[in-house]
C-alpha cells in the first residue's frame, strides 16, 4: 500500500473549520475504491496544525486519486487557508492495514 502522512498549517482564522473546509474533499476521497484510509487529527501542542494519514492499495489507486477532480478542486481551494506548503512523508509498505502494536497488548475478552 502507498501510507501517506501530510502536515498541514492552517491560518489561525480557519483552524477551527477545516474540518468544514475539507469535507468535500475527504467524503470523495473516502469513496474512491482504492482509498484505504483518509483520517484527519488536529495537533493537541499546535491547534493550527492538522496531520493527514492516508493509504491507498497501490500506485494506480494512488494515481487515480491525484488524477481525481476533487483532488485537482483541492490543490485550487485549500492553500488560501493555509500558513505554508503542507509537509509530506509518502511512502510503500508491504501490507494492507494497521499493524498491532505490540509493546501495547491489550488482553480482550
Not at 46 to 70: K, M, N
Request: charged share 25%.
Amino acid at each position: 500500500m502507498i501510507f501517506i502522512t501530510v502536515k498541514f498549517r492552517v491560518l489561525p482564522e480557519h483552524a477551527d473549520r477545516w474540518p468544514e473546509v475539507v469535507e468535500e474533499f475527504t467524503r470523495a476521497t473516502r469513496a474512491e475504491p482504492g482509498c484505504l484510509w483518509f483520517d484527519w487529527s488536529r495537533s493537541i501542542e499546535d491547534p493550527t496544525e492538522y496531520v493527514l494519514l492516508e493509504a491507498f492499495q497501490d500506485d494506480e489507486a494512488g494515481a487515480a486519486h491525484v488524477g481525481s477532480a476533487h483532488f485537482q478542486a483541492a490543490r485550487r481551494d485549500l492553500p488560501p487557508h493555509l500558513v505554508a506548503t503542507p509537509r509530506i512523508v509518502n511512502t510503500t509498505i508491504p501490507q494492507d492495514d494497521w499493524s498491532l502494536l505490540g509493546e501495547m497488548t491489550v488482553q480482550e475478552g
